[in-house]
């Protein structure tokens, strides 16, 4: 009888350390920020790495972990090596952990606020209220992240306007509709940089916390 127990701690241990292994994986705010990027496109590592501010070497090596924890996949592409996430239940679990870090340490909201330092200038629009006035037709939806995150996935109706194309394409806008921005969703300070330079223009602007992948959770329809 004892060594049955024995046996059956030793399996319990062993269960539990496939669970740890997924959490050490995850435990560096690097591979966070570089699953947290993978959820809006798949990427080369160059590319990662210069999103994320990043040597390659490095942006290498945090990927091979996360390879090796089975949470992102790699396909060869020329010289090119191109990361995704290994499923949607992926992104689900780092949705997730943002929900529980945010409920359990009060800390993320001041850290929050210092990032994102004029989030409380822009009224917010709800993802319900913006697909009803996307069907009336009286607003304009822009989409910030770079061009290749719009055509990997993008709110349907929503117009690719890179941060970095802006100020030489605002003429381009309808002059008369209220301007709505979303970027990477609410830990993403690039449509508050939009809606600033909006805003600086006279324009009436909203900003959209969410962004694809909770409009996709939410039962939305999304456009490639």
Same mark, same amino acid.
């Given at each position: $009888?004892?060594?049955?127990?024995d046996?059956k %701690?030793?399996?319990?241990?062993t ?10 994986a *995850? ?13 809006q ?10 999103v994320a ?15 090796q924890?089975? =949470?992102?996949?790699?396909e ?7 990361? !995704? =996430?290994?499923?949607?239940?992926? +992104?689900?679990?780092?949705q997730?952990? %943002? ?11 001041d ?6 330092d %004029? ?9 319900a209220?913006?697909?009803? %006035?996307l ?9 910030? !992240? ?6 990997a &996935?993008?709110?349907?109706? @929503? ?5 970095e194309? $802006?100020?030489q !394409? =605002? ?5 008369? *509709?209220?301007?709505? +921005?979303?970027?990477?969703?609410p ?6 940089? @939009?809606?600033?330079? *909006?805003?600086g ?7 959209l916390?969410? &962004?694809v992948w909770?409009?996709?959770?939410? &039962?939305?329809? =999304?456009?490639d």
């Amino acid at each position: $009888m004892p060594n049955s127990i024995d046996n059956k %701690r030793r399996q319990k241990e062993t269960l539990y350390q496939f669970f740890a292994h997924i959490g050490k994986a *995850l435990s560096n705010p690097h591979r966070l920020e570089l699953v947290d990027l993978l959820t809006q496109a798949p990427r080369t590592v160059e590319e990662l790495a210069a999103v994320a501010h990043m040597s390659i070497a490095n942006t290498s090596q945090h990927l091979q972990r996360l390879k090796q924890a089975r =949470l992102v996949l790699d396909e060869r592409e020329g010289v090119y090596i191109r990361y !995704r =996430l290994a499923d949607d239940a992926v +992104a689900r679990l780092w949705q997730e952990l %943002r929900a529980v870090t945010e409920q359990q340490m009060a800390e993320v909201r001041d850290a929050l606020d210092a990032y994102r330092d %004029r989030r409380y200038e822009f009224e917010q629009i709800s993802m319900a209220e913006l697909r009803q %006035r996307l069907q009336n037709g009286d607003v304009v939806l822009i989409d910030v !992240r770079p061009e290749v995150e719009y055509a990997a &996935g993008h709110i349907s109706g @929503a117009l690719s306007f890179p941060l970095e194309d $802006m100020a030489q !394409r =605002l003429n381009s806008l309808p002059p008369d *509709l209220p301007v709505v +921005a979303y970027c990477r969703g609410p830990y993403c300070v690039l449509a508050d940089q @939009a809606l600033a330079l *909006l805003t600086g223009r006279g324009r009436q602007v909203a900003r959209l916390e969410e &962004g694809v992948w909770e409009w996709q959770q939410a &039962g939305y329809v =999304l456009s490639d």
